[in-house]
């Protein structure tokens, strides 16, 4: 089993940034990818950014792309994604996932974490 336990949200004003981590504990795989994902009210689980266990390969939605950077440090077992340019649509939950590839589809990603919500006010 792997645990994942997300931090770094909150309230921020439009404009402004943020800085999300994501822990992983137990059973981890070094070599695994791991993905941000976000859910706002209403709304079905979107893709944000993926990492690939090397950090070889990112990817990232087009709702983000150009404004946030997903990084992550393997001897920390942590992932990271920082956004600026905050927007109202930005706010919802998000959570972090690991699984074996770092495409966007939810269903690549085996654990996931509690989530952590981010409200970015107008």
């Known amino acids: 089993q792997v645990q994942l336990v997300e931090s770094g949200g909150g309230l921020v004003q439009a404009g402004g940034s943020l800085r999300l981590s994501c822990a992983a504990s137990?059973?981890?795989?070094?070599?695994?990818?791991m993905g941000w994902f976000r859910q706002a009210p209403g709304k079905e689980r979107e893709f944000v950014a993926s990492i690939s266990g090397s950090s070889d390969n990112k990817y990232y939605a087009d709702s983000v792309k150009g404004r946030s950077t997903i990084s992550r440090d393997n001897a920390k077992n942590t992932v990271y994604f920082e956004m600026n340019s905050l927007k109202p649509e930005d706010t919802a939950i998000y959570y972090c996932?690991?699984?074996?590839?770092?495409?966007?589809?939810?269903?690549?990603?085996?654990?996931w974490g509690q989530g952590t919500q981010v409200t970015v006010s107008s």
């Open positions: 996932a690991t699984g074996p590839v770092p495409y966007p589809s939810p269903g690549n990603y085996y654990y």
């Open positions: 137990g059973r981890t795989y070094s070599g695994y990818a």
